[in-house]
């Protein structure tokens, strides 16, 4: 296989090439792909089509399934709105910070059956431009856009694709089966 040019990402479509074609093995190269999502420096003219935002609620809008081994999503969030405590379904999570900023709280995974509080492991802020990663095995995550006069942008990547996940309760670390949706989708002229 060619090997993918990760220096230069002009533009949201040159990533979504090299993407592709760091997709077409079966092996993935988690640092690969990071320094990948890195060298695109974001551009509103880029990405701004792909935007569809929610008055209650972050949304996520599917820009390209990836020949069906990964979603490439631009998530809105509005002022002050956050996700639930949330798994990854065994998948990578890579996150691409386009506008504004988030931030993410790392939990441990709840232990046993017993009802108590969950454990934050680690807080994090990230700005524009900046990418974090994640999966099951580092634990769970929320993320909220903490400024009430901005929305944030982001572009999260999901590792092979994944329908449905779990949400915790962080006072009780109970789980319940939820049902992944997209608020719009853009891949459909993609070949």
Known sequence: MEKVDVADSSDLESLIKKLRNIFENDEIDVDRVIKL????????????????????????????????????????????????????????????????????VMLEWPSGETEQPMVIKDVNIYKKDE??????????????NESHSKHAVTLHLYCPPFGECYNFDERTGHKRKCCVVFHSRHDTNRS
Not at 75 to 82: F, I, V
Not at 84 to 97: E, L, P, T, W
Not at 131 to 144: A, F, K, P, Q
Request: with cysteine.
């Open 131 to 144: 990418v974090t990663y994640i999966n099951d095995s580092m634990g769970l995550h929320r993320m909220e």
């Open 37 to 104: 999502l890195r060298s695109y420096k974001s551009n509103p003219e880029d990405w701004l089509k792909y935007t569809k935002f929610d008055p209650y609620r972050y949304t996520r809008n599917l820009v390209d399934c990836g020949n069906g081994k990964y979603n490439l999503m631009l998530l809105c969030w509005g002022e002050g709105q956050g996700s639930g405590i949330h798994d990854h379904a065994n998948s990578h999570c890579f996150v691409k910070i386009l506008d504004g900023g988030l931030k993410e």
